[in-house]
């Protein structure tokens, strides 16, 4: 009878008590990178780009762990947003190991689980920067100041700031 009770008990909890208070990043980031002719595995999905379509690795090429940095820009379409993305060191060197190794592929970017954009890798970028053009909408921005500083903006200030709300 008391261990039917406490079992009672544990279920009447709030589910952030239960699941131990983590909650998953309100804006999720990631990158995937066409795969190589003829890659078939289970590990992959299909996309229409640039009117046919292709398959991207389901593993991200970078992802929310890459970024150190952002910045919005108005897009083309005047209606949305697009983003840079700073990398941390290593994943900037990757991108441009990337860029020679994957000319002529291309990138796709996904946020929240959503097709925004994809490029095509003409050139090795060595600047560590991940650009997505459009498609970013005002809301996103605002999570993302939530989770990362602005490009240029000081890290140990950020933190402070976002400390006070």
């Known amino acids: 009878m008391l261990r039917c009770l406490a079992i009672a008990a544990l ?9 131990g208070g ?5 804006m999720q980031v ?3 990178l066409q795969t190589e002719p003829g890659e078939t595995n289970l590990k992959v999905f299909r996309v229409p780009t640039a009117g046919q379509e292709i398959t991207y ?16 820009f108005p897009s083309t379409d005047e ?5 840079i993305f700073q990398l941390n060191k290593v994943a900037a060197k990757r991108l441009t190991n990337l860029g020679h190794a994957h000319r ?4 796709l970017a996904m946020v929240n689980g959503q097709v925004r954009d994809a490029v095509l890798i003409d ?11 459009q498609r970013i909408g005002a809301a996103e921005i605002k999570l993302a ?4 500083p602005r490009i240029g903006q000081d890290p140990a200030k950020w933190k402070k700031e976002r400390r006070k709300k």
């Open 11 to 19: 279920g009447l909890l709030p589910l952030p008590l239960v699941a």
């Open 22 to 26: 983590k909650k998953a990043p309100a």
């Open 30 to 32: 990631s990158f995937h």
């Open 57 to 72: 690795r389901l593993s991200p090429a970078f992802s929310q762990s890459d970024f150190v940095a952002f910045q919005p």
């Open 79 to 83: 209606a949305t947003y697009g983003v």
């Open 104 to 107: 002529g592929r291309y990138l």
């Open 123 to 133: 050139k090795p970028v060595s600047d560590g920067l991940l650009v997505i053009w």
């Open 145 to 148: 100041d939530e989770h990362l």
